[in-house]
């Protein structure tokens, strides 16, 4: 069965320091998608990144970056030179090789940034 | 709006009624899901639409929970006999029916019980 494991239940850093939030994550496919999604103080969930199995290629996107490792079923976000309207709850998602079922969420990593 | 809708927004209502919560999904996604969040909590999946497939009701959490899709686009989760514990945010979100496709949420509906 697919699982999603985000070990940090919160964090807090400073801001202008950079964080990583860790995703581990269990499947038995060889084709499946990853997903982050963040949820400010609001409380919208809003899609920030996806990436299938079959590219590893590291991403960055202005101060966030991703680095993905099948070797270890690892799906991290980075984000460098933390900002206070960074301060949100981080979900990482798993969606295995079907039409939309078994997509599943792990349980989130609140992050704080103090100013 | 272009993006997925619900509503009531807020619903406060008193222990043993009945609720009917809104989704309107992005125009052209076929998948359609529900989810609830309790205060501080992560995501608990209740239910999945796809296009007329029967309905995948896996996460309900009790006979008091169902939901219907009509025509294949606005959806409405309905909760009889609300107890306290319902109290949460309930979200829906909606997809393509494609491989590997985001799922885009709502704002939700956060629902009280008094």
């Known amino acids: 069965a697919q699982k999603v494991t985000q070990a940090q239940t919160e964090i807090s850093v400073v801001e202008k320091e950079d964080v990583t939030l860790d995703c581990v994550y269990e499947t038995r496919d060889t084709t499946y998608y990853l997903f982050w999604y963040k949820q400010p103080p609001s409380g919208e969930l809003v899609f920030l990144i996806r990436?299938?199995?079959?590219?590893?290629q590291n991403e960055i996107s202005g101060r966030y970056s991703w680095n993905f490792q099948k070797s270890t079923s690892s799906f991290n976000f980075t984000i460098t030179a933390s900002q206070v309207v960074d301060s949100a709850v981080y979900f990482c998602a798993l969606s295995e090789n079907n039409y939309g079922q078994n997509f599943v969420f792990g349980p989130g990593t609140r992050l704080s940034v103090l100013p | 709006g272009a993006g997925v809708s619900q509503s009531p927004s807020n619903k406060v209502t008193e222990k043993g009624k009945d609720v009917e919560l809104r989704c309107d999904p992005i125009?052209?996604?076929?998948?359609l899901y529900w989810y609830r969040q309790s205060l501080g909590q992560g995501l608990e999946f209740l239910i999945y639409f796809q296009g007329n497939s029967a309905p995948d009701k896996s996460g309900l959490p009790s006979d008091r929970f169902s939901a219907e899709r009509t025509g294949g686009s606005v959806s409405t989760l309905t909760i009889q006999r609300t107890q306290q514990e319902d109290s949460a945010v309930y979200l829906c979100a909606s997809s393509l029916a494609l491989r590997g496709q985001p799922q885009h949420f709502g704002d939700g509906t956060r629902l009280s019980i008094l």
């Open positions: 990436r299938n199995s079959f590219d590893e």
């Open positions: 125009s052209g996604h076929t998948a």
